[in-house]
Structures are given as C-alpha cells and as structure tokens.
C-alpha cells in the first residue's frame, strides 16, 4: 500500500526550461511534505518543504505547491540547469515524529 | 561541520554470515533513522532510535534484523544470517529533534551486496 506515489519514474527536460515533478499522496493525516534530491552513490539531501498550512513555497528556484484537496504536490524548477540532473523524491509524515514516507523517486535529466 | 556518516560504504557478504552497518549522526543530532532502498524501489522506513531507546520499529523485520543507538557509540543496524533478498543500499538519517520541521539529514548509505 503506497502512500505516497510518483507516477513517472523519468522525466527529461531542455536546459533553461521548467521542470515540474508530481507527488500523489493518499493518507490524509500527512500534514508535512518534502523534496529531497539524490545523485547516484551519495544519501538524498533535503530540498524544500511545505506545510499543509501553506500551498506553495518558493527558495530560489524551487517552488513547492500543495492542492490538499486533490491531495497532490508538485516541484517546480526554473530554470533547469544540467547540475539539476539527479533522482527527486517526494516525501511526507503526519505530525509529530513520525517517519518520513517516501515515493519510488522520479529521476530528472537536463539536457544541455 | 560533518555529516552523517556511514561505514562502510560497501560490505560484501555471504549468504549465512552477518552484517553490521554503522551510523554516526551529525553532531548535536540525538534521533536516528534507518531506511533501505531496494533497486529501483524508494526508501522504506526501517527503524526510528533515540539515545538507548527504539522509538518506532515498525519497518523492521521482524527475524534476523536488530538496530541499537547506545549512549556512547554509533547507531549499528545489524543483520544476522544475510540473504540474497537483504541486498539494498541502508541509509542512516539524523535531526535534531522532534517535529516537522526538522527535515532528515542522510548519510550517503551503506551498500550491501549477498552473495
């Protein structure tokens, strides 16, 4: 039972253009969402976050939206660059120190 | 400043023997958390430890697999009589503290290959 699904498991992109990755979760207590990026051979490294309390959150070129009711996030890149090149995961919990739940990642690859 | 860190990076074992893997957590980070990564599968919660404390064990095995963070020491996620089928990267991740807003910092795993 997947509680939180990335349906596309590759993605490619042009540099310079936007790069949106989707994350559908279905446990409605989830009330944290984060994006964490990993390159092969290293561990994921955080991303960006948002609260259930928000529905969208922007750092630099990154910007996270949450449709609660649709129960689906979404991470926007702009603009892609080469480096951005790597695996994203979608990842969500509950409050309090539950563990994070991850999808099965949706690998991106920016062409040059 | 460092990480979290794993070692080893790459552990080779043969079907029946066991496996010790290793986490140190940032420094100041107290709550350890072990995931795995099957290939081409995402991470799979394991165990959630604090300080000589097993906190949530709900994504471990329930036979062969044993995780412990004593007072002094790394965490150790230990896997007795190793089968093909335990062949999967092992991330460790630490935090800070309690709460959503203290997103996981990972190690850059552990590697285990049975053979």
């Known amino acids: 039972d997947q509680q939180v699904k990335q349906n596309s498991p590759s993605l490619s992109v042009q540099e310079g253009r936007i790069s949106i990755l989707n994350c559908d979760y279905t446990?409605?207590?989830?009330?944290?969402f984060l994006w964490y990026k990993k390159y092969p051979a290293e561990g994921p490294t955080f991303l960006i976050s948002?609260?259930?309390?928000?529905d969208k959150n922007e750092d630099g070129r990154f910007t996270v939206f949450l449709n609660k009711s649709a129960k689906h996030l979404s991470l926007h890149i702009v603009p892609s660059q080469p480096g951005d090149s790597a695996v994203y995961f979608c990842?969500?919990?509950?409050?309090?120190?539950?563990?994070?739940?991850f999808g099965k990642g949706t690998r991106l690859s920016v062409i040059a | 400043n460092a990480g979290v860190m794993q070692n080893p990076r790459h552990l080779v074992r043969r079907r029946g023997q066991e496996a010790r893997l290793r986490c140190s957590p940032m420094?100041?980070?107290?709550?350890v958390y072990w995931y795995r990564q099957l290939p081409e599968e995402g991470l799979k919660f394991m165990v959630y430890?604090?300080?000589?404390?097993?906190?949530?064990e709900s994504g471990m095995p329930k036979e062969r697999f044993s995780a412990e963070f004593p007072k002094e020491g790394p965490s150790i996620l230990r896997i007795q009589q190793v089968v093909r089928g335990d062949s999967a990267a092992y991330f460790c991740?630490?935090?800070?503290?309690?709460?959503?807003?203290?997103?996981?910092?990972f190690g850059n795993g552990t590697r285990l290959t049975v053979t």
């Open positions: 948002i609260s259930s309390i928000k």
């Open positions: 446990n409605s207590m989830f009330d944290y």
């Open positions: 420094k100041g980070h107290s709550h």
């Open positions: 991740a630490s935090s800070p503290g309690q709460g959503r807003a203290s997103p996981l910092h």
């Open positions: 430890l604090q300080k000589e404390n097993i906190i949530d």
């Open positions: 990842a969500a919990r509950n409050s309090g120190n539950t563990p994070l739940v």
